[in-house]
């Protein structure tokens, strides 16, 4: 059984950032990701490696012309933590773009209409390479067997000053099926309320009121499925166009510009179709009537994308659990981030995105929570862990 003080749950941007934060103040830990890759709901397709790639098996080989299938944008006016990370991280950033028309379907039976478009204020900003930019940047910062892969917690059981943590390795694991135990006197939880306190058994419970606002607390992304079109160029915006549109019509409601700062162009899009419609139709026809929809709006060029992508959220274990799928894909209140009574008091702490009282879901949510848990570790194990 390996002893440490602090396990951290998840390796998504606030696992790799507690990470992070840990390993400035020398304190020793374990990360444990349930996924085969680092980053969560953060992770991009790339053209240049994998054309036509399936919802399931996205490539993530190391390159600057990634496509972001999860969260794309932050707003360093407000979101300065964030910002500031990104900068001392030495990432170069480029601003949405947002420049001309933008297009908008408002019956089957009306042609789209070209109107003014919008900017955002503050300007939305991208990361070159995509946001897995920033959790590749983290993850080269950190003690590369520190962190461990494919393994998926199962259960934490207090015992005296410790927690121990039983993982089950993963499908893609050497030791698939096997279980493993870790000893830890605090664990932080950095992974989605909902699906910590739905998939995670905690001997003794949880205090049961925490547990329901946990389980109660919705996830972004999970309802949301995401489209991803590359063309050779950004040939929208020869028409004055800025790729941005809106659709009553679907498949695709909110459509923006997702190209390269130079090279290849691309649009994504959420679709607006219910969850439980999405998963009763094939991958296959989803893209054709995405591409028609470009053809509408944007014209024939969009017929022929060089590279398609479809990231469903809502079908990734990791990340939906059932009640999300009738969720309304809001931005949750944050619930409560660790016991305020009982043996789990100064034991466990949330540091998943949603639970930023200031951000939660966001990118710079992730942050947020982190750097606040890290900040509230009891002293104990801080000075056990140094």
Known sequence: MQDVPIVIVGGGLSGL????????????????????????RITVANSSVAQNASSQSIDHKKSNDGFDLGPSWFWPEYQSQLSDLIEALDLPRFAQFEEGDMMVERAANELPIR??????????????????????????????????TDQIVKRLTKTGQHIEIEVECGSEHINAGQIITYRAQH???????????????????????LAIEWQETATWMAPHAKYVAVYDSPFWRNQGLSGAARSAIGPLTE????????????????????????QSVSERELKAHCRAQMVRLFGTQANTPTAEYIKDWAQDPFTAMPADASGAGQHAVAPASKPAAGVWQ??????????????????????DAANRAVQGLPNVVLQSGS
């Not at 900003?125 to 520190?146: P, Q």
């Open 17 to 40: 950032y507690a990470a992070f934060l840990l390993e400035q103040k020398g304190i020793d830990y374990i990360l444990i990701e349930a996924r085969d890759r680092l980053g969560g």
């Open 255 to 278: 459509i923006h510009d997702a190209s390269l700062i130079e090279g290849e162009g691309a649009v994504f899009g959420f679709f607006g179709v219910p969850v439980e419609v999405r």
């Open 187 to 209: 664990v932080l939880l950095a992974l989605p309320p909902r699906l910590a306190g739905n998939n995670i058994v905690f001997e003794p419970a949880l205090p049961q009121n």
């Open 346 to 367: 100064d034991s466990l702490t949330g540091c998943g995105s949603e639970w930023s009282a200031q951000f939660p879901g966001y990118v710079a949510g992730a942050i």
């Open 115 to 148: 109107t003014q478009g919008y900017k955002s204020s503050p300007p939305s900003m991208r990361l070159v390479g995509g946001m897995t930019a920033l959790t590749d940047a983290l993850y080269a910062r950190l003690d590369a067997k520190r962190v461990i």
